[in-house]
């Protein structure tokens, strides 16, 4: 289901014309299987990644070095950036690590890229409640 779910999607976004793909690899599971996927089931696809490094988890550093051996491993380009989040900015942490994100990948990103991302259900429903939680 994985393999047919990501090769529609995929097929879709290339008649955008996009040159690359860049995964937003955090080092864990899901942007992992993400980027095993298209080398595995999608070779022919120009691939690239991106780690940012926030330091607010205790496994940061542990993320970055599992980020790097696997683009290793399956001969993918790796942009670890790092990042200082501000705890006072009034955002709250994780909010303020997701800003920080996505002025790396806009700083990052060149005209033709095309960034994927992964999350499972459970991640989404997560975010789903915070949100409501939030208003």
């Known amino acids: 289901m994985l393999k047919t779910s990501l090769t529609t999607q995929l097929a879709a976004l290339k008649k ?6 860049v995964v937003a ?3 864990g599971l899901d942007s992992s299987v993400l980027l095993h996927a298209l080398r595995k089931w999608h070779p022919e696809l ?3 990644a991106i780690h940012v490094h926030h330091g607010l988890q ?7 070095v599992q980020a790097s051996a696997l ?3 399956l001969d993918v380009q ?3 950036v790092k990042v200082t989040i501000d705890p006072d900015c009034g955002l709250g942490p994780e ?7 996505y002025r790396v990948f806009e700083d990052l990103l060149a005209p033709g890229d095309c960034m994927l991302s992964a999350h499972h259900r459970d991640d ?3 975010t789903l409640l915070l949100n409501l939680m939030r208003g």
Do not use: K, W, Y
Request: proline share 0%; hydrophobic share 45%; net charge negative.
């Open 71 to 73: 683009c290793d491993a």
């Open 46 to 48: 120009a691939v690239r």
């Open 25 to 27: 690899l955090s080092g």
């Open 78 to 80: 790796l942009e670890t």
């Open 16 to 21: 955008r014309n996009i040159e690359r793909f």
């Open 124 to 126: 989404q429903a997560e």
């Open 58 to 64: 205790a496994d940061a550093d542990r993320f970055a």
């Open 95 to 101: 909010a303020a690590a997701r800003e920080a994100r």
